[in-house]
C-alpha cells in the first residue's frame, strides 16, 4: 500500500433496487474493495445546513453511506511538502455511493438537503476516543457556503 | 445454544448521543451480545402503510435497527409440537432498540410512520437466495391493521 492522501478515498456506485413497498439499497458487503474488517456501525445525523468539522481518525477505516438526504463531505490533507488539498464530495440519495475513507484524513460534514439527513459510518474498528484528534472549524479554513 | 424459538429474539436498548448539528446513534459494535459476524449491510426503505412479508432466513442472523420512522416487526414460529406463536415488535426512532433475529423465524414488517421509515440490516453472511424462504402475505394469517 503506498502513502495515504486524498488520492486515497475511494468512491464506489451502490445499487438501489426497486421493491414493491420500498426500495433496498446497497451498503458494504464484507468481500466488497473497501472493506478492512467490521468494528462498529453508527448513525450522525447531520441537519439541514448545520456542520460538524474537524475530525481526523489514526486507525480506524470509514466506510460512508448517505442513505436519506444529502451532505456535502470536505476532506484535508496535508502533503509531505507542506502542501494542502481539500477534496469535495456531495453524496446522498441522489448521488447513491459509499465511500471508503482510510486513517490520517481530516474531514467534516455539512447537511446540505432541505431536511434532515442521515450518515452511516460502517467502521473498521470500535469508537475509541484515543484514536481521533479534532480541529474546531476555524481551525481549517474552507469555504463552506 | 437451545433449540430457536420467539424467545430467541434479542431486544437491545440503543444510545442515542445528543450532539450539536444532529445526534448520534449507536448501531452495532463488534462486541455486543448478538454480533455474529458481519456479512452485510443494507437498507429497505418501507412507506408508510405498506407492508413486506413474508421471508425466513435458513443461515442469516439479522441485526435489525430503525434510524429514521417506526417500523411494525412482526415474527411468526411454528412450535415443534404445531402451535404457532406470533411476535409483534414496534421499532423506531420513538423506541430506538437494535432486535437480534436468529435464523429460522418468518418475519415481515409494516411502515407505521406517517412518512417514509428505513430499516438498517447489519446481516452475518452476505445476501444468499437459496438461503431464504418466501410466502405471500396471505399465507401467513395475521391481522396488520
Chains 1, 2 share one sequence.
Request: hydrophobic share 40%; net charge neutral.
Amino acid at each position: 500500500m503506498g502513502a495515504i492522501n486524498l488520492n486515497s478515498i475511494l468512491e464506489t456506485h451502490l445499487e438501489t433496487i426497486k421493491t414493491k413497498g420500498g426500495d433496498v439499497l446497497h451498503g458494504l458487503k464484507k468481500t466488497d474493495l473497501g472493506y478492512e474488517g467490521f468494528g462498529e456501525a453508527y448513525f450522525s445525523r447531520i441537519e439541514s445546513g448545520l456542520i460538524k468539522a474537524w475530525k481526523k481518525h489514526n486507525s480506524m477505516t470509514m466506510n460512508i453511506l448517505v442513505p436519506l438526504g444529502e451532505v456535502r463531505f470536505v476532506f484535508y490533507f496535508i502533503n509531505p511538502d507542506g502542501t494542502e488539498n481539500f477534496l469535495v464530495k456531495d453524496i446522498g440519495v441522489s448521488n447513491y455511493v459509499r465511500l471508503t475513507v482510510p486513517p490520517g484524513i481530516w474531514f467534516g460534514f455539512k447537511g446540505i438537503s432541505q431536511s434532515l439527513s442521515l450518515v452511516l459510518n460502517i467502521a473498521s474498528i470500535p469508537h475509541e476516543p484515543n484514536e481521533v484528534d479534532r480541529k474546531n472549524i476555524d481551525d481549517i479554513k474552507f469555504n463552506w457556503s
